[in-house]
């Protein structure tokens, strides 16, 4: 707590290796993903920096992956699914009239999009449902996703009647809460009544996007720091200083990392990636938590 009221508790480096814009990043499991367009995804083993694979692609503008593949939402309109150890392009869907800037995938379901699976009961889903959040400036809708080919809207969320406050993209929800943040703050939803709990204003800070939500810490950003705020007392506690990094509408070109320390600094979890973007020279900046003396 002491370096991140002092500012000292994160150290960054860089990922070298792509010729062209790098706009897709997904992370996972010490695992960073990068997609660009010099047709080509990379896997990075973000603790020693090393390219784990590299394989040839389309023009990505979404990326998911696991142990054994990696799916690609592309400018060219179509959504792709690739074998790491081989290359090899097993799987080619196209049906979008327009570049593909999200995607996901369930084996369970045996379906690409989405998902989280509801951890809360409430009178409209049980835990373990699968729930599809969609959103734009205003509204918040709540999809009920299963084998049917057809489902009804659940719910609508909104912050103003009169669309006079504008939600911010990049919506956080882990099964129990929705969080998305606006020009007045945070605003965050409890998922089994569908009630505002708390608006968390930033008085200090205006616009903040956010990256992450856990019960004791919350990581959002501007164009300059990334900020850290104590839920708890609702103030940012640490910012910390970011390049020029490369800006995108579309909200693709950055991603938090690790996630468990927003629930509480252990002693243990204050370890690996904090947040990537790419940049202008093609590289893609990593903050770090710095390691212990």
């Given at each position: 707590?002491?370096?991140?009221?002092d500012h000292e508790a994160f150290e960054t480096s860089s990922l070298i290796g792509h010729s062209a814009r790098v706009y897709a990043l997904y992370y996972k499991d010490g695992l960073?993903?990068?997609?660009?367009?010099?047709?080509?995804?990379?896997?990075?083993?973000?603790?020693?920096?090393?390219?784990?694979?590299?394989?040839?692609?389309?023009?990505?503008?979404?990326?998911?992956?696991d142990e054994q593949k990696l799916v690609t939402g592309s400018f060219d309109n179509t959504v792709a699914c690739w074998e790491w150890s081989s290359g090899a392009r097993t799987q080619h869907f196209r049906g979008h009239t327009g570049a593909v800037f999200s995607v996901d995938y369930s084996d369970e379901l045996d379906i690409l999009v989405v998902l989280q699976k509801c951890k809360v009961k409430s009178l409209l889903h049980s835990p373990g449902d699968y729930i599809l959040l969609s959103a734009d400036k205003?509204?918040?809708?709540?999809?009920?996703?299963?084998?049917?080919?057809?489902?009804?809207?659940?719910?609508?969320?909104?912050?103003s009647e009169d669309r006079s406050i504008c939600l911010q993209p990049r919506l956080h929800f882990d099964g129990k809460y929705i969080v998305c943040s606006s020009a007045l703050g945070l605003?965050?939803?409890?998922?089994?009544?569908?009630?505002?709990?708390?608006?968390?204003?930033?008085?200090?800070?205006?616009?903040l996007a956010l990256l992450g939500f856990g019960d004791v810490f919350a990581l959002l950003f501007d164009n300059h720091y990334l900020y850290i705020m104590d839920l708890r007392t609702e103030s940012l506690i640490s910012r910390w200083p970011l390049p020029e990094y490369r800006k995108s509408k579309r909200?693709?070109?950055?991603?938090?990392g690790e996630a468990s320390w927003l629930n509480g600094l252990d002693g243990?979890?204050?370890?690996?990636?904090?947040?990537?973007?790419?940049?202008?020279?093609?590289?893609?900046?990593?903050?770090?938590w710095k390691e212990h003396c």
């Open positions: 707590m002491k370096q991140l009221e960073l993903c990068t997609g660009s367009d010099d047709l080509s995804a990379k896997l990075w083993d973000v603790s020693t920096g090393q390219c784990v694979y590299g394989i040839q692609t389309h023009t990505c503008a979404a990326v998911k992956f205003y509204e918040i809708k709540i999809w009920p996703i299963g084998r049917e080919i057809n489902c009804k809207c659940l719910k609508t969320l909104s912050v605003y965050q939803w409890d998922f089994a009544s569908y009630d505002i709990l708390r608006v968390i204003k930033t008085p200090e800070v205006a616009n909200g693709s070109s950055f991603l938090a243990h979890n204050d370890t690996g990636l904090v947040f990537a973007t790419s940049m202008p020279d093609h590289s893609i900046h990593l903050v770090l």
